[in-house]
């Protein structure tokens, strides 16, 4: 199943459109949409109307991830919403099965996204994981060839979760460029930054990251520092 970021549709409308053109393009299959749960005011009026938008279109499931869904639960359980939580420690896994949710999704310090501030491997993370959930569990966190889909079963899990790795898909219209410099790589070209704000991500090592990674040095906590580096202009 693949999923559409509800982040990068901030007008409610659009969301709605795009919403539709994959069910238009993907006729028969269902997929889900990831809810990012953040702090400022407006992203949580945002959230609210997304929720209500993905039950009138009838959405099969979420992955909600960044903060706790705790708010939102009530009204995707109404809808008939199925809820995946992503978490980057088992601690927090624990908290969100209590909550009600219908599954986990645990990443590991090898994502190539959003790996966590506990740095902890996402083969440590899947065997522990399996043993403390009762509910369906997801292992994510450098995940990308059949091998590894194998090695997490065999610890308990029921399912990995691809990233990185479908950026050099065909269907993606991402530079060419940008996709030999992955299927390139041997792993010693990324670099874990934003470590000042507790936002840690894990990005190609270029110039916009050794940037950030001056600030991180610098200690701040503050984001105006960051923004010209870390926007994707």
């Known amino acids: 199943m693949s999923f559409i970021v509800g982040s990068a549709y901030p007008d409610p409308e659009q969301f709605r459109e795009e919403l539709r ?13 990831n809810l990012y749960i953040s702090s400022p005011p407006n992203a949580a009026s945002r959230l609210q109307e997304q929720v209500r938008i993905l039950a009138e279109e009838d959405v099969l499931c979420v992955e909600t991830s960044g ?16 809820v995946l ?18 599954a986990m999704i645990v990443v590991g310090n090898d994502s190539g ?3 966590g501030t506990y740095g902890i491997s996402s083969m440590v993370q899947a065997p ?12 994510g966190g450098g995940m990308g060839t059949g091998s590894q889909l194998a090695a997490t079963l065999v610890m308990g899990a029921d399912a990995i979760l691809i990233g990185t790795r479908m950026l050099v898909s065909e269907e993606l219209w991402i530079h060419r460029q940008y996709k030999d410099l992955l299927v390139n790589s041997d792993g010693t070209d990324s670099v874990i930054v934003k470590t000042g704000l507790r936002q840690n991500h894990r990005v190609l090592n270029n110039e916009s990251a050794k940037a950030v990674a001056a600030i991180d040095a610098t200690g701040t906590s503050d984001f105006e520092h960051y923004r010209p580096h870390v926007m994707g202009k």
């Open 85 to 102: 939580h992503k978490v980057s420690a088992v601690r927090h896994a624990r908290s969100a099965e209590r909550l009600g949710v219908d």
């Open 113 to 115: 996204g959003h790996p």
């Open 128 to 139: 522990q994981a399996s043993r403390e959930l009762s509910i369906p569990l997801v292992i």
């Open 21 to 33: 053109k994959c069910r238009q393009l993907a006729p028969g299959k269902r997929f889900g949409v």
């Open 67 to 82: 903060g706790s869904p705790e708010a939102i639960l009530p009204a995707l359980r109404e809808s008939g919403i199925k």
